[in-house]
């Protein structure tokens, strides 16, 4: 790409770091080396400061005052204060997501608390069920409770949210920097079952000049679902294939999953199942679960010389010329496992010839639905972990991360100068060191479009800068409006992808009836990319934030504690998408005088200067609003239809 500085181009991403003198560390039981933490820092003794600590319920304790906001976890729900509600760190697939649930498909730890004069941060570093009660059994207490009392607890002192994010960034490492072409825009559907399928989708997209980078290439294209297979039939000639689509500039990025597939022939399953690399039960067999392909194993990551293994799998697909991939299924989601569904057959015998009242029918619903990610299906099996022969719900939440790091560190051995994209649907702490994240199986729905708006801070807090939800929603039928709002806000989202799932509305933007005004927000993206690319690698560098709530650098305006449907973005600029149905503007509070580009294509937009305070602003279903910050400018490229087109010296400033 013209204009990049090696700096850019060559920067490390997981060095160690130096001593922290900001963070002290507090142990309890015998925590495990997670691998979430690069840094050393100091060692303290006793109880955090300001905690209370119940040995019988292993539980701390801290008294919130009226003022407390608490920013963090990751990828939750609610909204950017997550005070009020109870948030359980147990990575869980969880597709029909609302504000009634605790755990989602990931779990970060990290929380900051401010009052507006002072503030501190902590991370709990515990990879098994954590869970936070934040003001909801007692609305002026936080209680921290890990299911299993093997935690090391950091204290991260700051003068400012920022700073202890800086800290808390030293403390796990430098973020994840993809492929500058992983900035484009990508097209994705479980259901692009042949290569024709992906070449009608690029073929369209180009028809229509709407500029398109990737195509995402779901569980259909293996062979009955199996890792590290194409499909010969569907995807014949694979490695021309991977060409032909190079030459169209688009980068196909195929799906891996966790399990391996049990299957008599199938060289993943018998070189794992011969070198031992599955995980065990307790008795020393593998365990047998089910997902796409049926009966499966799933490997054991957190086994190193099993990691490496199933890590240089990936050779098959990057010799064929593949250069991104997405880790899915790796929660570890599980439909059954073998034993359970034994014990399900077992007790619905028992209704089979039982008048059920109410209570029964519950009862029998109760039983059935157990069936898929039971509780106790995650205490069958076990990890050979750094020595330790642990079971895996005492580090569940580790098994996404070390999936993805497994991919990391192999490409690393294949080709340590060059970039892959990778990112994860289940991750942990630690994780954005290796890859970035989406944020699963969401919903079309206009609450998921202001729930990915509101994960974001939390998210790039953590240091996954590199994320970004299912744009018009994975799950259900979008709508046209819906599609367009979402992608007026996805735009600004380092991971901008469409993603639908198979028996759902097709959302490809070709098929809906305003196609120009599509390709205008999606040539607006590629606009804006010099400036996005930018400010991700400066947060990178800087340990810092691509996203931020405005609070974060407007600490002393009051006002800005309760603004949760606008994100600065990087140093420039502040957006307030619109996420209701049916508007046609919105309210918007200024914390100082901005100037206002509303968008209608990286050509046309208007631009007027509004004072601090309260504004409604019109927002037609076309435009997109941003607002620049005093000093600032806001640099636009010319388009193209890829990535590694755009001119990164030919550009518009908009300054302020």
């Known amino acids: 790409m013209q204009g990049l500085t090696p700096a850019l181009e060559n920067l490390t991403v997981k060095g160690k770091s130096m001593k922290i003198d900001n963070i002290v560390k507090y142990e309890f039981g015998e925590p495990y080396d997670t691998g979430a933490v690069v840094s050393e820092t100091k060692r303290g003794t006793g109880i955090p400061e300001g905690f209370r600590y119940d040995a019988d319920a292993q539980t701390l304790y801290y008294g919130l005052n009226e003022k407390d906001m608490i920013f963090g976890l990751g990828e939750t729900v609610r909204g950017i204060n997550k005070r009020g509600w109870i948030y359980v760190s147990n990575n869980s697939d969880d597709p029909a997501h609302d504000d009634n649930k605790t755990s989602l498909y990931a779990s970060q730890n990290f929380l900051i608390l401010d009052d507006g004069k002072s503030c501190f941060g902590i991370f709990i570093d515990n990879p098994g069920s954590v869970t936070f009660d934040i003001g909801y059994s007692d609305t002026n207490v936080m209680s921290i409770h890990p299911e299993y009392n093997d935690t090391t607890f950091y204290l991260i002192n700051g003068n400012s949210p920022l ?236 098994y996404g991360f070390y999936m993805t790091r497994s991919a990391s560190e192999a490409f690393e051995r294949m080709d340590p100068d060059k970039k892959i994209l990778m990112f994860s649907r289940a991750s942990y702490t630690g994780m954005h060191r290796y890859g970035g994240v989406w944020t699963g199986d969401n919903t079309s729905r206009w609450s998921h479009l202001l729930l990915n708006l509101q994960m974001m801070p939390a998210l790039n807090m953590n240091g996954f800068l590199f994320s970004g939800a299912d744009i018009g929603g994975f799950g259900g039928n979008t709508t046209e409006d819906l599609m367009m709002r979402w992608i007026a806000f996805g735009i600004f989202t380092p991971l901008f992808r469409n993603h639908s799932a198979l028996g759902t509305r097709d959302q490809e933007l070709y098929r809906f009836e305003r196609k120009e005004d599509f390709k ?137």
């Not at 559907?189 to 779901?218: C, F, H, N, Q």
């Not at 606009?527 to 340990?543: M, Q, R, T």
């Not at 509303?598 to 631009?607: A, E, L, P």
């Open 163 to 398: 700073e202890i994010v800086r800290s808390f960034r030293v403390l796990t490492g430098k973020s994840y920097v993809p492929p500058v072409w992983a900035f484009g825009y990508g097209q994705s559907r479980w259901g692009y079952k042949t290569a024709d399928d992906i070449r009608e989708v690029a073929a369209s997209y180009k028809e229509l000049g709407i500029p398109l980078d990737m195509i995402y290439m779901d569980i259909d294209y293996m062979q009955d679902f199996k890792d590290f297979t194409v499909n010969p039939d569907r995807f014949p000639d694979f490695e021309n294939f991977v060409k032909e689509m190079k030459e169209e500039g688009i980068h196909l990025v195929p799906i891996i999953d966790a399990g391996v597939k049990i299957e008599d022939g199938y060289d993943v399953y018998e070189e794992g199942k011969s070198k031992g690399y599955f995980c065990k039960k307790e008795d020393g067999t593998d365990l047998v679960a089910a997902v796409w392909p049926g009966k499966v194993h799933f490997p054991d990551f957190l086994n190193e010389e099993a990691r490496k293994w199933f890590g240089d799998k990936y050779r098959c697909l990057t010799d064929a010329g593949i250069e991104g991939f997405w880790n899915d299924m790796n929660e570890p989601a599980i439909f059954y496992t073998e034993d359970h569904l034994k014990e399900v057959f077992s007790q619905v015998k028992e209704f089979e010839n039982k008048e059920m009242d109410i209570w029964g029918f519950f009862d029998f619903k109760d039983v059935v639905g157990s069936i898929a990610n039971n509780p106790e299906d995650y205490r069958r099996f076990w990890h050979d972990f750094n020595g330790r022969k642990v079971r895996h719900d005492r580090v569940h939440n580790l």
């Open 520 to 656: 205008n927000l999606i040539e607006l993206r590629y606009a804006l990319i010099p400036y996005i690319y930018s400010e991700f690698v400066k947060a990178v560098n800087d340990n810092g934030m691509y996203m931020k709530p405005l609070y974060f650098e407007y600490r002393n305006d009051e006002r800005c504690r309760e603004v949760e449907d606008q994100l600065l973005v990087g140093d420039s600029i502040m957006i307030a998408p619109v996420y209701e149905q049916n508007k046609t503007g919105r309210y918007v509070y200024l914390p100082e005088d901005m100037k206002l580009v509303r968008f209608r294509s990286y050509n046309d937009y208007d631009t007027e200067v509004l004072e601090k305070g309260d504004h409604y602003i019109k927002v037609g279903l076309n435009e997109v609003p941003v607002f620049i910050r005093p000093g600032k400018e806001l640099p636009l490229g010319k388009p193209a239809r890829q990535v590694d087109k755009i001119d990164m010296n030919d550009l518009e400033i908009i300054r302020f």
